[in-house]
């Protein structure tokens, strides 16, 4: 079965920074562009950050304050966000994409093998 299970995510305050990891089972990373996406109650998923084999994307509202990186060897996907704000409050997904332009459009209807998320709530 393909899956990822996230990880780190907590309450911090507003200027704070967490790093989120996400581990996948059943599939190489390497073989995917690889993304972190969030869903805030009511809202639709969105893109945060991606990952290709050469190339990464970020959303607008996190550029300069998120950080996406992977381990092939580890199999691992990590988040690094720094300078939290509240509207970053969110539940966050890992998500994986074998198709062509994923990375360009971060669309969540490209990806899948979503695990179960991690909390992450900012308080001003």
């Known amino acids: 079965q393909v899956q990822f299970v996230e990880s780190g995510g907590g309450l911090v305050q507003a200027g704070g920074s967490l790093t989120l990891s996400c581990a996948a089972a059943?599939?190489?990373?390497?073989?995917?562009?690889i993304g972190w996406f969030r869903q805030a109650p009511g809202k639709e998923r969105e893109g945060v950050a991606c990952?290709?084999?050469?190339?990464?994307n970020y959303a607008d509202s996190v550029k300069g304050r998120f950080t996406i990186s992977r381990d092939n060897v580890k199999n691992t996907l990590n988040l690094q966000m720094n300078d939290l704000k509240s509207e970053d409050t969110a539940i966050y997904y890992c998500?994986?994409?074998?198709?062509?332009?994923?990375?360009?459009?971060?669309?969540?209807?490209?990806?899948?093998?979503w695990g179960q998320g991690t909390q992450v709530t900012v308080s001003s």
């Open positions: 990952i290709s084999e050469d190339a990464t």
């Open positions: 998500g994986a994409s074998a198709r062509m332009n994923s990375i360009r459009y971060m669309r969540a209807s490209d990806f899948g093998a």
């Open positions: 059943g599939l190489a990373l390497a073989d995917y562009t």
